[in-house]
């Protein structure tokens, strides 16, 4: 029913969209003071609605350090 093409499409553009998605939550989690592998959490889906509340309402790492 599908071609090789087809499948092939579906799967580069998942990869097109998870990188397009994994990149900004990568450099988010960086930026505020956790490890930027937590990024990644965005991809799996009940994960990601657990890391944007983490996110959302705790105290993040980067508030936290003395800036003399």
């Known amino acids: ?3 090789n093409g087809m499948w092939f499409g579906h799967w580069l553009w998942m990869l097109v969209i ?6 900004p ?3 988010i989690c960086k930026r505020i ?3 930027g ?4 959490l965005i991809l799996i889906p009940l994960a990601n609605l657990i ?18």
């Open 18 to 23: 998870a990188v397009l998605v994994v990149i």
């Open 25 to 27: 939550a990568w450099r």
């Open 51 to 68: 890391l944007l509340y983490f996110i959302a309402f705790s105290n993040w790492p980067i508030d936290n350090r003395a800036d003399g």
């Open 1 to 3: 029913m599908f071609s």
């Open 33 to 35: 003071g956790y490890p």
């Open 37 to 40: 592998w937590m990024g990644i």
